[in-house]
């Protein structure tokens, strides 16, 4: 019997997998999460094989900010079963079997945003320390690699890469390719492109910063060529946790005692302001080498996040992102048409996002580089109605990458994991 088949002869006691998108919509949405947590922990405490409960459970629980629940939550579902369904709402185009990892909602490319209503069925299949292994897949056309770059899971992406080398099917994303996305290892491989600046991040122990903090090493001793200010962050944060600018070397002993982390990565700042004082941080996608932009971010403060950059506050902000975005195609991609072709020839990646700036010379400036960056239409159509046009740009160049690739292979197959 085939995962395919035991699936099917389980979904009669089994509702179907609520998934990411539409709970993530909710909480976007600012409904009430917790009856939706209450009753699929009732679900689960009446029948403990409902692997589909545990799973939306530990996403709620993620979303709410519940993250060691949620994660050992979802260690229940995936120890109960390791692939997952989300069908299409339409009669299929094709089968894209997703391969993902345990984690939060940053470990892996949130690929349902990009499939949501559309003719692709998904497959999830997780793999990793702790999830028992799969011995037969169900067929598919397309296998994508969404295991997003982080330091704990590099051995897992270098272990995939040698399985995946002769897949019986196209794979996307290789996952040496997303190996190499460390902050301390993207600067080196980007750095080469004369059209694009990334300054070079090492990654420092906290002795080592505290050797820096009493005068026992100098800056240069950690990462050459850089003076103070420099930004600091955890090793593995994410959203600005623990990030800071650190301004001088008698700062950075205020800076461990707010952040108490085993390790880190520092990179000297770059001062992105435009003329007219404000920082703008944009977050664009490359599909099969293809610039799509996501959202630009507009803040007084370098530390752009989009949702704090006071967007929903500002008109003037959102007419500014809307010219921007009708715009985009003719001016940015165009301007930095050869940064993204140098990005796309490095990385080697099918589908991979950046988070960027534009330096005062007019260079591309990377902050991150990575393959598991959210991007979504989920913003309220009447506040940005020019966003609608743009995602579902990217998201058509996504099925048509997949439609692309999976022509590269015609022949149907089960491969054995």
């Not at 302001?273 to 941080?281: E, M, N, P, Q, Y």
């Not at 080498?289 to 959102?318: C, D, V």
């Not at 159509?381 to 990458?401: G, H, N, T, V």
Request: hydrophobic share 45%.
């Amino acid at each position: 019997m085939t995962i395919s088949d035991q699936a099917a002869n389980s979904a009669p006691t089994m509702p179907a997998l609520i998934g990411l998108a539409p709970l993530m919509r909710k909480a976007f949405a600012e409904e009430d999460m917790k009856p939706i947590a209450a009753g699929l922990l009732e679900r689960a405490k009446n029948n403990p094989d409902d692997a589909h409960a545990y799973m939306d459970l530990a996403t709620v629980l993620l979303l709410l900010g519940h993250r060691d629940t949620a994660l050992s939550t979802q260690m229940l579902a995936l120890q109960t079963q390791a692939l997952y369904q989300i069908p299409s709402n339409t009669t299929a185009k094709l089968k894209l079997l997703v391969l993902m990892t345990n984690g939060d909602l940053m470990a892996n490319t949130p690929v349902e945003f990009l499939v949501e209503n559309s003719d692709i069925d998904l497959e999830l299949w997780y793999v990793g320390a702790g999830i028992p292994a799969i011995h037969e897949l169900p067929e598919h056309d397309v296998l994508l690699v969404a295991i997003g770059e982080a330091d704990d899971k590099r051995d897992l992406l270098i272990d995939l890469q040698e399985i995946l080398k002769n897949w019986h099917r196209p794979v996307l994303n290789l996952p040496i390719r997303i190996a190499e996305l460390g902050r301390d290892r993207a600067c080196h491989l980007l750095q080469p492109a004369a059209q694009l600046e990334m300054p070079t991040a090492a990654r420092v122990s906290r002795q080592q910063m505290q050797a820096l903090a009493d005068g026992h090493i100098v800056l240069s001793d950690l990462i050459t060529d850089t003076d103070f200010p420099i930004i600091a962050r955890p090793l593995g944060s994410h959203a600005g946790q623990g990030l800071r600018k650190v301004m001088s070397v008698d700062a950075v002993a205020d800076y461990l005692q707010a952040v108490p982390v085993e390790e880190f990565y520092i990179a000297r700042f770059v001062d992105y302001r435009s003329a007219d004082g404000l920082f703008r941080k944009y977050r664009i996608m490359l599909i099969d080498g293809q610039p799509f932009i996501s959202h630009m971010g507009i803040s007084t403060h370098w530390m752009i996040h989009y949702l704090n950059a006071g967007m929903t506050e500002s008109a003037e902000k959102r007419v500014e992102e809307a010219h921007f975005m009708q715009n985009f195609e003719t001016g940015f991609a165009q301007r930095h048409a050869q940064a993204f072709a140098e990005i796309h020839q490095r990385t080697g990646l099918d589908y991979v996002g950046i988070d960027c700036g534009e330096t005062s010379d007019g260079k591309l400036l990377i902050f991150e580089v990575d393959s598991d960056m959210i991007v979504h239409a989920m913003d309220p159509i009447e506040m940005f109605p020019y966003k609608q046009e743009p995602m579902q740009k990217l998201f058509a160049a996504f099925r048509q990458l997949l439609i692309a690739t999976a022509a590269t292979n015609g022949s149907a197959s089960t491969p054995s994991a």
